[in-house]
């Protein structure tokens, strides 16, 4: 008999469902809560008997986090965190049509026994609160961004009361007060973490990514697993070219899958725009491109398709941007 158990965790806001394959037997499901208590819990059951249990969940933003590294400490469990675009492609290859938690652990279950295992590496504390504070930033620019659109909108107008107009000009300063403030701390963060430090200072050697752009690019970047390569991170940031295809005579791009990281995608947007106009190299593939027929934002999304990939080959090798190697003409 092996001694190697798998195990699949459906993880919800409140609660773990936690499914045993030992010997080639299911063991009966238990349910546990999404608590530090449930997490210690979990390890107890997943350990009995002194067995190695290989354990995979799916990402799920916060509900997953802190099981994942909890898991990932214990020396008797292995664990993988699983996109979930990974777990439905598998589902639908299993043609698993229903949608419960049950059977959500069940393909989890036959993903840890049959696929190849990556095991997760938690990063570091410092990376896991760059990636809030960076998150907080680019939520705040966006309601700061709507302030903006309705200030112009209320200044078009003379009926617009001016007490209006002066609460959403101080609006406007709270949102400046508070991007500003947590910049400082995500600057303070980096300093004290040599690997963010280095990568940060990377970033900023692209032509269009500021101290700004960085903090929001790494704050995504430095969670993510090594082994990730760049067609990986492509999917990530939702930037891969989504196909439709039926039968033999429909077979045509949809555009991007949009399905991925939206904050990683958001910060890639306007360091992709100004160097486009700043870097001749970067500038001269997005001409290529319109040249072809491609329309701008077409042609702007592979921008940010190709600094992604350049991203990735430079916190590789820890090596600066070099536009030469961006697009050879």
Do not use: W
Not at 19 to 36: C, E, S, W, Y
Not at 50 to 73: C, F, K, N, Q, W
Not at 217 to 246: C, M, N, V, W
Request: aromatic content about 8%; proline content about 5%; glycine content about 6%.
């Amino acid at each position: 008999m092996s001694h190697l158990d798998f195990a699949s965790i459906e993880v919800s806001k409140k609660e773990l469902k936690v499914i045993v394959l030992r010997d080639g037997r299911i063991l009966k499901p238990r349910d546990f809560t999404n608590a530090p208590r449930g997490h210690q819990a979990v390890c107890g059951h997943l350990e009995r008997d002194g067995r190695t249990v290989r354990a995979v969940l799916e990402a799920t933003g916060v509900y997953s986090r802190d099981l994942a590294v909890t898991l990932s400490r214990r020396p008797g469990i292995e664990v993988m965190v699983l996109n979930p675009q990974g777990s439905r492609n598998f589902a639908r290859a299993m043609l698993k049509r229903g949608k419960t938690d049950k059977v959500d652990a069940e393909v989890l279950l036959e993903y840890a026994r049959r696929m190849p295992f990556k095991p997760f590496k938690p990063p570091s504390e410092a990376a896991y609160k760059l990636r809030a504070i960076s998150r907080k930033m680019q939520s705040l620019a966006k309601l700061r961004g709507e302030m903006y659109g309705q200030l112009e909108a209320e200044r078009g107008t003379k009926t617009t009361p001016k007490i209006v107009i002066a609460l959403t000009q101080k609006m406007i300063r709270v949102y400046n007060k508070a991007i500003e403030k947590l910049k400082g701390e995500a600057a303070k963060l980096i300093a004290l973490a040599p690997d963010l430090a280095r990568k940060f200072e990377l970033l900023q050697t692209i032509p269009g990514v500021a101290e700004l752009s960085a903090i929001y690019i790494l704050g995504e970047l430095a969670t993510l697993p090594d082994y990730l390569g760049p067609k990986q991170l492509t999917a990530f940031a939702g930037l891969d070219p989504q196909q439709f295809q039926s039968g033999s005579s429909v077979n045509k791009k949809k555009g991007i899958s949009k399905k991925g990281n939206v904050y990683l995608r958001t910060a890639l947007y306007m360091p992709a725009m100004s160097a486009s106009y700043h870097d001749p190299y970067i500038s001269r593939f997005k001409q290529t491109l319109t040249g072809r027929g491609k329309k701008p934002l077409v042609a702007l999304t592979a921008v940010m398709r190709k600094l992604l990939h350049s991203i990735y080959g430079m916190l590789k090798n820890d090596t600066p941007f070099e536009g030469r190697l961006f697009y050879r003409s």
